[in-house]
């Protein structure tokens, strides 16, 4: 496996990527040609359209929806228990003063870079892109959706 960084920490899941969202586009291109094409069946060609842009957009939205929703509240924790683990108190009113983003980014980060980039976060208000790119030995998230 690749070691992880900055630069190849996305995830992609090949069948929805690669497949069902690829063949849902070539179709509702095919729909478009046909409603600029095929005049005598404009109105078919107009529905078919509406109804394959409708199940792309909920392909990509309820995908997404459930398992971020669900990694976000798992990430808020970690750094709860990560900042526990580290300075031996609760974490409440930190976390309430970092975005999400933050918070996210921070979790790339050893326990060394993670102090200094939190103490950056909540002194310089740092983007969670800005500590991302910070991070000069990255620690891997392999296990995220």
Do not use: C
């Not at 990527?17 to 005049?39: A, R, T």
């Not at 969670?128 to 959706?145: L, N, V």
């Amino acid at each position: 496996m690749e070691k992880q960084n900055y630069k190849n920490h996305w995830k992609f899941y090949a069948p929805h990527h690669f497949i069902l969202l690829p063949i849902l586009i070539i179709l509702e291109g095919y729909g478009l040609y046909k409603i600029v094409n095929d005049p005598d069946h404009q109105l078919i060609w107009i529905l078919f359209s509406v109804v394959l842009f409708l199940i792309f957009y909920l392909a990509i939205m309820l995908r997404q929806h459930y398992a971020l929703g669900n990694q976000n509240r798992i990430v808020r924790l970690e750094f709860k228990q990560r900042y526990f683990e580290i300075f031996n108190e609760r974490s409440d009113d930190i976390a309430e003063k970092l975005s999400f983003s933050q918070i996210a980014a921070l979790r790339f980060a050893y326990d060394d870079e993670f102090k200094d980039l939190l103490y950056k976060a909540l002194h310089e208000n740092i983007s969670g892109d800005e500590i991302k790119k910070s991070i000069t030995k990255w620690r891997p998230d392999h296990h995220r959706i």
